[in-house]
Structures are given as structure tokens and as C-alpha cells.
């Protein structure tokens, strides 16, 4: 297996199952904060006693009898909530102080990460004791805190939390992100940060021909066809199943009906490649794992050398978004990449940490 089937968003380790429950194996440190994923009846009392073991043994008995009390339903009165709160409270508050102090090993900070993302990811909020979600928010904000020059990056694992979780924030609240994006009046399904590395590319590689199956209303084309408009040069051309209703007009841009994998519209468009011009081919159109294949087996062999061809929406399936998806276009990438040595992953494109295409953008190397 290739070692690029791991790569993600600047070399941190893929879960190839999920990367929601385990992105590390466990420590055994970590193991009291995995059961908090898993068990839970007694989620909030697992995570106390768990957690203020770790810190301070007198905390820790307090809280742990605390929490036999009230499991066994005894003592289920308000103090006794407010007192288990206020334990937890400061042993995740003194956790992530350590962290902050520089003072933390990687099983602190895989301990901290793993219960803010239990909670933050996993657990009801409405049965969240409000001083462990206050603590646990205020951990989550004191995982990296940075002073002074120069900033140094935040350890591996700390800056996977903080992007998955803004990538989930931005993704799942689709309504004010990804879906109420317009170019120009015109819907697009993108993320800013990704439209801005297409410029990018386009400023550099000086495509004849952008190619973008998936048109959906238009918007995405419309942009890559104005990009093209500032550089004078290249056209695009866009394939849907579906006829959108009032695409924008552009000089640049072609529409074609059909499926992207129909032969005849490959040869189509394989026609429009002007003789040794650069491509920049953009797959977005059914995000199942099969027709991205089978996309990747039409279009790949037509990006030349020095080329870029994205693979979008990857982050689909627990790439950390949408874990229900099913097999998508990931999972066509790692089998792509593990047959195909022309293609190396350009985790450069994916330096703004959000990006809807993760380990997506693949350059043509050989
Ligand atoms: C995610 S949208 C495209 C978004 C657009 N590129 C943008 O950024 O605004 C996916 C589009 O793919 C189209 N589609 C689905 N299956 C397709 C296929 N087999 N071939 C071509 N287009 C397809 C859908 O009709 C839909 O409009």
C-alpha cells in the first residue's frame, strides 16, 4: 500500500475506517476517555472520574464517590451535581493549562483532545452539566493559545482537533456555509478556501482547458471561466446530468448533458484539450465511491505532467464530515492512488486547514 493513501492535509494519519472514534491507537492513558465514547449510560460520571485521575488523587476520590452516589440514585440533588461539576470543571481547566504551559506530554494532550471531542461530538447537550460544558469549552479554546513571537505550531494532534472540528462546525451547518455560497449571484457548492486555491492554480498552471463534471447551477463555472478571463487565456467545460435552469453565459464556458463517465462525452471533451496546453480537471458531480472511479479512470489519463486533477468532497464519510455517507470519493482516491504511481497529493493546497477536498488535489508528477 502506498504510503500517499495515509496522507491528510499535511501528513497527519487517516483513519481508514473513521476517523471520529480513534484517530491514534488508544494509549493506555486514553483508554478511560475511549470508554466515554462508548459507554453512554454513565457517560458524564465516566468522564469525571476518568479525567480528575489523572490529575489530582484527592479530586479524584471526591468525584468518584460523587458519581457512585449518583449512579446508584442517591444524593440527586443540585449541590451534588454543582460539587461534581465544579471538580471536573477545574481538572479540565488544569489540564489544558498544562497543556498551555508547555508542561504536557502527548497523553495529556490525546487525553484533553479525545474528551473535548467526546463531548463536543457525542454527547447529548442537553444532559451536559452546564460547568463541565463551560469547562470543556473553555479547555477546547485553551488547547492552543498563542503568545508571543515567533507562534509556534500547535502539536499534531491538538491542530487536527481544532480543524475536524471547525470542518464539522462549517460542514454540518450547511444552510449558512456551503450552501448559501454565491459567485456573482449564482449558487456554487464551495468553500472560499478551496475557490481561492482554484485561482491559485489557475494563476499558475495557465490551463487551455478546466474541466468540472458537476455544473449544478453554474456558479463554479462562472468563476473558473473569469479566472481564465483575467489571464486572457483557456477555456471550461462543464458536464451534468441534469440541464441547469438559466446557467450564466460566459464566452469561456461549454455545457454538456450527460454522465460524466459516458465515453462520448469523455471523447468531447478530450477533444477540447488544446495540443500540450496544461488541464485542470475538477471532479464534483455523484460522490459515490464508484462513479468517482470511475471518473478517475476517464479523466486522470488526460492531465498532463505538471497537471492538477482535484478529487472534491473527500471529506465526506468521516473525512471528518458526514461519517454516515458511505464509501465516497476518499475511498475511490486510496484506490486510485494505490494503483496509480502519475499522481502525488499537493497538501500545499490544503495549508488554509479547511478544505472540502482533503488529500483531493493531485498533481501529476510522472
Ligand atoms: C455537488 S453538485 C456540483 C456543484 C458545482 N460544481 C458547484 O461547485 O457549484 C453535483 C452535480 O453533479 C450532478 N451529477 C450527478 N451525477 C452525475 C453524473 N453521473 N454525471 C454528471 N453530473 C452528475 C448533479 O446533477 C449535480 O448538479
Redesign the pocket.
Known amino acids: 500500500m502506498s504510503e500517499r493513501r495515509f496522507v491528510y492535509a499535511r501528513g497527519s494519519p487517516i483513519h481508514p475506517v473513521s476517523r471520529v472514534a480513534a484517530p491514534l491507537s488508544p494509549l493506555p492513558h486514553q483508554k478511560a476517555f475511549i470508554r466515554i465514547v462508548t459507554a453512554k449510560d454513565n457517560l458524564v460520571a465516566r468522564a469525571r472520574s476518568a479525567l480528575v485521575r489523572r490529575v489530582d488523587p484527592l479530586a479524584a476520590r471526591r468525584a468518584a464517590t460523587l458519581a457512585e452516589r449518583r449512579t446508584a440514585g442517591i444524593e440527586q440533588s443540585a449541590a451534588v451535581d454543582a460539587a461534581l461539576d465544579a471538580t471536573s470543571a477545574v481538572a479540565v481547566r488544569d489540564l489544558a493549562q498544562k497543556i498551555r504551559d508547555g508542561g504536557a506530554d502527548l497523553h495529556d494532550q490525546a487525553a484533553l483532545a479525545q474528551l473535548v471531542e467526546a463531548y463536543l461530538t457525542h454527547q447529548d447537550p442537553a444532559s451536559m452539566p452546564h460547568g463541565v460544558a463551560q469547562a470543556v469549552a473553555a479547555s477546547f479554546e485553551g488547547l492552543w493559545q498563542p503568545v508571543g513571537e515567533p507562534v509556534p505550531e500547535p502539536p499534531p494532534f491538538i491542530r487536527d482537533v481544532i480543524r475536524d472540528q471547525f470542518h464539522r462546525l462549517y460542514y454540518h451547518v450547511s444552510k449558512r456555509t456551503w450552501k448559501d455560497t454565491w459567485y456573482r449571484g449564482v ?4 468553500c472560499p478556501t478551496d475557490m481561492w486555491v482554484y485561482m491559485e492554480l489557475i494563476d499558475q498552471l495557465e490551463p487551455g482547458l478546466v474541466i ?10 462562472l468563476y473558473i471561466a473569469d479566472r481564465l478571463e483575467t489571464i486572457g487565456a483557456g477555456n471550461v467545460v ?5 440541464e ?1 435552469p438559466n446557467p450564466p453565459e460566459h464566452p469561456r464556458i461549454t455545457y454538456l448533458t ?5 465515453p462520448a462525452i469523455v471523447e468531447k471533451i478530450a477533444g477540447m484539450i488544446p495540443e500540450g496546453s496544461p488541464v485542470l480537471v ?1 471532479l ?4 459515490s465511491r464508484d ?1 468517482v472511479a470511475g471518473e478517475l479512470a476517464a479523466y486522470a489519463p488526460l492531465v498532463p505532467v505538471g497537471s492538477y486533477l482535484i478529487v ?2 473527500t471529506n465526506v464519510n468521516g473525512h471528518p464530515a458526514a461519517p454516515d455517507f458511505g464509501p465516497g470519493p476518499m475511498e475511490a482516491l486510496w484506490d486510485f492512488m494505490a494503483t496509480d504511481p502519475g499522481f502525488e497529493v499537493d497538501a500545499h493546497c490544503e495549508r488554509y486547514f479547511l478544505t472540502q477536498n482533503p488529500s483531493g488535489y493531485l498533481k501529476r508528477v510522472r
Request: hydrophobic share 10%; glycine share 12%.
Open positions: 449558487r456554487t457548492y464551495k468540472e463534471t458537476g455544473t449544478y447551477r453554474g456558479g463554479s463555472a462543464t458536464v451534468d446530468v441534469n441547469p450527460g454522465s460524466s463517465t459516458d475538477i464534483d458531480s455523484d460522490h462513479h472534491e468532497d
